[in-house]
């Protein structure tokens, strides 16, 4: 999603009181996402439950999908100030990177997920009354676009990262595991066999133990953590999924309705080993929660981890061509 090389927003008439740092602490315009640009490639592991048609009905009406992945992730910068236009506050402006992700089952070779968006950030406002956060716009073939907004954070050493499941949740009572998500038991109702060599009952328990394990045995010196939702808690106010009228269904209920959308990303610095040198590794994880069987919320789960290729670095300029030269020297002076 490369951008042309002479395009760079341009706030038409320029915006009063610019924002060049929206987040103070950290100098350069794109914030906790300075690290991105480039192309991320790695590994991880799909779960899905999908809705299953059979005519006569079958025991089942769901089907769960297991998939080994690889996935290319690349990042392009937005030169210039995005403007917001405000009514009962002063105009703001944001910064951002275009991404397109592509997913493909690392087993048989099929493409899973192809996904263009923006991740933005978005300066401290008064109306409403946020914090500087961070945002990812996204649009997914399958029929559902997505706002995900949230805050951004720094760490030292590794992450640790929350057990997950992806146990279907009824409106009334506890989720429960169902038969499918039992390894053991031989089902036509999930991946066959052969499509999920490599995957183990303790993967699909807790999808967030792949990404535990791809870090194991490393040195991490610093992370940024990402945490971004389509319902994110107060007092962040923006967020949301759109889906097409497929998907939200008729009179009888929902086909695949996206209903929420939480992620979180974790961008490591990685100390090398034997002389080589530091790297960048990216680590997520997503929870899309899908409705389509008796107000019952079946959990799609995906993890991965990417590491950044080596890349000539982009200098700040390229962002905002716009910053002062005072903080421009702040930029450069790190």
């Known amino acids: 999603m490369d951008l042309k090389a002479n395009f760079s927003f341009t706030p038409l008439p320029a915006i009063a009181q610019p924002v060049h740092l929206p987040f103070p602490a950290i100098l350069d315009p ?10 991320w490639s790695g590994t991880g592991f799909n779960t899905i439950w999908r809705p299953f048609f059979a ?14 992945t690889t996935e290319t992730l690349e990042f392009t910068a937005i030169s210039g100030q995005i403007p917001n236009r405000g009514f009962f506050q002063p105009d703001i402006n944001m910064f951002g990177l275009t991404y397109l992700q592509q997913i493909s089952d690392s087993v048989v070779g099929a493409g899973l997920h192809i996904e263009p968006g ?43 990262f929350p057990a997950i ?10 989720a429960v ?4 998500q039992n390894l053991s038991h031989s089902t036509p109702f999930r991946s066959p066999p052969a499509n999920i060599v490599g995957i ?35 007092p962040i106010t923006g967020g949301g999924t759109s ?14 309705d996206a209903t929420k959308v939480t992620s979180t990303f974790w961008i490591e610095t990685v100390k090398g080993t034997g002389g080589a040198p530091d790297f960048q590794q990216l680590q997520y994880s997503q929870t899309v929660m899908l409705k389509f069987d008796d107000g019952i919320l079946w959990p799609h789960v995906t993890v991965g981890t990417l590491r950044k290729h080596v890349q000539v670095a982009v ?3 390229f962002v905002d061509p716009h910053i002062p030269v005072d903080v421009l020297a702040r930029i450069r002076a790190g």
Do not use: C, Y
């Open 165 to 174: 499941n992806i146990n279907p949740i009824p409106p009334r009572g506890p």
């Open 243 to 256: 889906n097409t009228s497929f998907l939200v269904g008729g009179a009888q209920g929902p086909n695949a």
């Open 118 to 160: 923006i991740w933005a950030t978005v300066p401290q406002t008064s109306s409403p009354a946020e914090p500087p956060t961070v945002v990812r716009m996204a649009s997914i073939p399958h029929g559902t676009t997505i706002l995900a907004q949230g805050q951004a954070h720094a760490g030292q050493g590794a992450p640790m």
């Open 177 to 180: 595991p169902f038969e499918q």
């Open 200 to 234: 183990t009952q303790a993967m699909v328990d807790n999808p967030n133990s792949v990404l535990a394990a791809a870090i194991h045995g490393q040195t991490i010196t610093a992370v940024t953590i990402l945490e971004v939702s389509t319902a994110a808690p107060a």
């Open 315 to 317: 200098p700040p300029t």
């Open 30 to 39: 794109l914030g906790p996402l300075k690290d991105l640009p480039g192309t």
């Open 55 to 68: 005519k006569p009905p079958a025991k089942e009406d769901e089907f769960l999908e297991l998939n080994l």
